[in-house]
Nanobody, 124 residues
Framework: DQLAESGGGSVEAGGSLRLSCTAS????????MAWFRQAPGKEREWVAT???????DYDDSVKGRFTISKNNAENTLYLQMHSLKSEDTAMYYC???????????????????WGQGTQVTVSS
């Protein structure tokens, strides 16, 4: 596997979880990484991106509650999630690409590598 997520689980609304994504092989050489999520019956949506210099960008729905970070030495991407809501319930996917696309103050990704996903369930 190039990207392997972990850390999902079930939590009550208002709780916290931290997701991890370990990159290996060619995926570990990419400069742009991101988290996406897909709720049942909905399309996959972008959550957050981190560029090689540590710059980050977030969807408005998670801004102020989620933090994306990366440990380059361990080739690991993280998503710290606080104040979780029932609408955050989804399968969360790690993604990677060689370069981010910077458009003004937005940092976008067109993923080349995907992980298998980790389930996050928030009960209200």
């Amino acid at each position: 596997d190039q990207l392997a997520e972990s850390g999902g689980g079930s939590v009550e609304a208002g709780g916290s979880l931290r997701l991890s994504c370990t990159a290996s092989g060619d995926a570990s050489t990419t400069d742009c990484m991101a988290w996406f999520r897909q709720a049942p019956g909905k399309e996959r949506e972008w959550v957050a991106t981190i560029d090689r210099d540590g710059s980050t960008d977030y969807d408005d729905s998670v801004k102020g509650r989620f933090t994306i970070s990366k440990n380059n030495a361990e080739n690991t991407l993280y998503l710290q999630m606080h104040s979780l809501k029932s609408e955050d319930t989804a399968m969360y996917y790690c993604a990677a690409e060689s370069r981010c696309t910077v458009l003004g103050d937005r940092i976008r990704i067109v993923p080349y590598y995907w992980g298998q996903g980790t389930q996050v369930t928030v009960s209200s």
